[in-house]
């Protein structure tokens, strides 16, 4: 689906301390939040977030603007980040009620974007659990393969499966020609 088409009044900003009750909508359960920040204990609190940005960059999030407002619909940062080397996206989440909506899209194109052309990194990592199949895809769209897979416990006992993926900047100029 087109983001442009289903919400065409998206934005991007730093995140500000107002942001992080919003975010901690995000997650609709113990197991949704694990996927999305899995150091996290249920309910994700403002505390648990603001504890993050310490060891976290770029904090992001994505607004949608209507009828004159913006309102935060998602959150990402760098999880690692190496100055010349590398960096991980992390905490990808997005607003439930507009999920599938481009949002998660332009969030990561954006924090892709930064990483390469701000930043100008020579390589970007993203990880991604085998059970988010959208997440997964939407990582294939944009040109991140697998290059790992690691074995995980949820906090519940089940063993699952976690995929490093991998862009380099002569990639992501590639498909940003394609997508452009």
């Known amino acids: 689906m087109n983001s442009a088409s289903t919400l065409p009044f998206l934005s991007h ?18 197991e949704e939040l694990y996927f999305l920040f899995p150091r ?15 060891t976290r ?10 009828n ?12 690692t980040f190496e100055d010349g080397r590398t960096a991980s996206i992390g905490n990808v989440s997005v607003d439930p009620a507009l ?18 052309d701000h930043h100008r990194l020579p390589e970007l990592t993203l990880y991604c659990f085998n059970t988010n199949t959208p997440a997964l895809l939407l990582y294939a769209k944009l ?3 697998p290059i790992a ?13 976690l995929f490093k993926l991998r862009m380099d900047r002569a990639s992501w100029h590639s498909v940003s020609r394609i997508a452009a």
């Not at 730093?14 to 609709?28: K, M, N, V, Y």
């Not at 004159?68 to 999880?79: C, I, L, P, Q, S």
């Open 99 to 116: 999920r599938r909506r481009g949002i998660a899209e332009y969030l990561v194109r954006t924090m892709i974007g930064r990483a390469f």
């Open 57 to 66: 960059r770029d904090p992001t999030v994505v607004t949608l603007s209507e």
């Open 13 to 30: 900003r730093p995140l500000a301390d107002g942001d992080i009750p919003t975010i901690c909508g995000f997650p609709r359960s113990a």
């Open 149 to 161: 897979l690691e074995t995980r416990v949820t906090p519940w006992g089940e063993p699952i499966a």
């Open 68 to 79: 004159g407002r913006d309102r935060v619909v998602g959150y990402a940062n760098y999880a």
């Open 40 to 54: 996290a204990v249920w309910p994700l609190t403002a505390d648990q977030v603001r504890a993050t940005l310490g």
């Open 143 to 145: 040109g991140l393969t």
